[in-house]
Nanobody, 114 residues
Framework: EEQLVESGGGMVQPGGSLRLSCAAS????????MSWVRQAPGKGTEWLSAITGGGTNTYYADSVKGRFTISRDNAKNTLYLEMNNLKPDDTALYYC???????RGQGTQVTVSS
């Protein structure tokens, strides 16, 4: 069974940092570009970042560019999102996603609040 499982969310103060992880299983992880997306309460899904299968190329939404870093470890079948200088507007449910042959995890909650 193909599966994505996110972890690493939590509550953090503004300006803080978190590192999200996404464990992939059931498919050849390195063959797929991967993404992070988020959904805030009452809002649609927002694409945040993507990384190519080999990890060479990365892409970011303007809203997170310079603050978030996507990476992957293909040996561990794991995708990461390092989030720095978090803001209250970053509060959302964060998902890792496989765009090609759609697949998405169950999400991990990130709450930024003082």
């Amino acid at each position: 069974e193909e599966q994505l499982v996110e972890s690493g969310g939590g509550m953090v103060q503004p300006g803080g940092s978190l590192r999200l992880s996404c464990a992939a299983s059931g498919f050849t992880f390195s063959r797929y570009d991967m993404s992070w997306v988020r959904q805030a309460p009452g809002k649609g899904t927002e694409w945040l970042s993507a990384i190519t299968g080999g990890g060479t190329n990365t892409y970011y939404a303007d809203s997170v560019k310079g603050r978030f870093t996507i990476s992957r470890d293909n040996a561990k079948n794991t995708l990461y999102l390092e989030m720095n200088n978090l803001k209250p507007d970053d509060t959302a449910l964060y998902y890792c996603a496989r765009p090609g042959g759609p697949l998405r995890g169950q999400g991990t909650q990130v709450t930024v609040s003082s």
